[in-house]
């Protein structure tokens, strides 16, 4: 069955950088397009970033361009996603999702049809 599994998560201070890592299985990974987005307390799931099955092409919402970068190594079934210049205002849940049609990259959160349990960012002032 799919898996998707979020590890990296954890406790930093203003301007410092982590990478989550989500590691995948159940499935043909280089088939399909990979999301991160992130729930903050009180919040709605929001889109942070997306990658074309093959990596070639990506997303960033505008809050995070220039901070985050996602990317992906299809040989380890792993999408990553590098986080750096941390803010409080990043401090959410992460959560990794695969789209649900293949060779599709998309952000929407209803096109996604698996998610990880989530890893916890806390960027503290």
């Known amino acids: 069955q799919v898996q998707l599994v979020e590890s990296g998560g954890g406790v930093v201070q203003a301007g410092d950088s982590l990478r989550l890592s989500c590691a995948a299985s159940?499935?043909?990974?280089?088939?399909?397009?990979m999301t991160w987005f992130r729930q903050a307390p009180g919040k709605e799931r929001e889109f942070v970033a997306v990658i074309s099955p093959a990596g070639s092409r990506s997303g960033h919402t505008d809050s995070v361009k220039g901070r985050f970068t996602i990317s992906r190594d299809n040989a380890k079934n792993t999408v990553y996603l590098q986080m750096n210049s941390l803010r409080p205002e990043d401090t959410a849940v992460y959560y990794c999702?695969?789209?649900?049609?293949?060779?599709?990259?998309?952000?929407?959160?209803?096109?996604?049809?698996?998610w990880g349990k989530g890893t916890l960012v806390t960027v503290s002032s």
């Open positions: 999702g695969k789209v649900r049609s293949a060779y599709q990259m998309d952000g929407n959160p209803y096109d996604m049809d698996y």
């Open positions: 159940g499935f043909t990974f280089s088939n399909y397009g």
